[in-house]
């Protein structure tokens, strides 16, 4: 059976190693899952460029959405890396389980983002209308309705990537639920 490797920098492309360049200056190391974007000519740039696009969202929102979708697809890479963003943030340890397990009980509109995340993706876009109703009633907008779709579709990529490709983890391992 074939696996599937994480490329070196020197097997990847020079528009490829620019990014990777890039990459190191930001966060000190390039991370597995960037890396194997960069099977692709062209991949890891369109990821970055999705994943870094302007949004209504705050880092805190967005890391929400990050966990959450990650718990639902069962990425032990994502929650990894996740988990130590989501502390990163601002998020405790036990904010970032409660988060995982469908809930943001200490905060009223991070409740409500993180239960409409977690219906989207276990109904597959089918939402119940009463989450989305809650979603709004605590303040959000149809634009950052939008963007949740965005950091969505975003954070999906990188689950499927790394659940179908299995590369190993290099974030401390998330603690179980």
């Not at 994480?6 to 360049?21: F, G, I, K, R, W």
């Not at 032990?76 to 405790?92: D, I, N, P």
């Not at 993180?114 to 149809?142: P, S, Y």
Request: proline share 3%; hydrophobic share 40%; with cysteine.
């Amino acid at each position: 059976m074939k696996t599937v490797i994480v490329p070196t920098y020197e097997q990847a492309s020079p528009a490829n190693q620019t990014l990777m360049d890039n990459l190191k200056k930001a966060l000190s190391f390039v991370p597995n899952l960037y890396a194997t974007f960069t099977h692709s000519e062209t991949a890891l740039g369109t990821y970055l460029t999705l994943q870094n696009a302007r949004s209504s969202l705050s880092s805190k929102a967005r890391e929400v959405v990050n966990l959450s979708v990650s718990q639902i697809n069962h990425c032990r890479y994502c929650l990894a890396a996740h988990t130590m963003v989501g502390k990163m943030v601002g998020f405790s340890d036990e904010q970032v389980l409660e988060i995982r397990r469908g809930s943001a009980s200490f905060d009223v509109r991070l409740d409500a983002l993180t239960k409409l995340t977690h219906n989207v993706m276990i109904t597959r876009g089918h939402t119940d209308k009463d989450v989305l109703q809650a979603f709004f009633d605590a303040g959000w907008n149809e634009g950052n309705l939008v963007d949740v779709m965005m950091v969505i579709g975003d954070k999906t990529i990188s689950n499927f990537l790394h659940s179908t490709t299995e590369i190993p983890v290099d974030f401390p391992a998330a603690p179980e639920l």
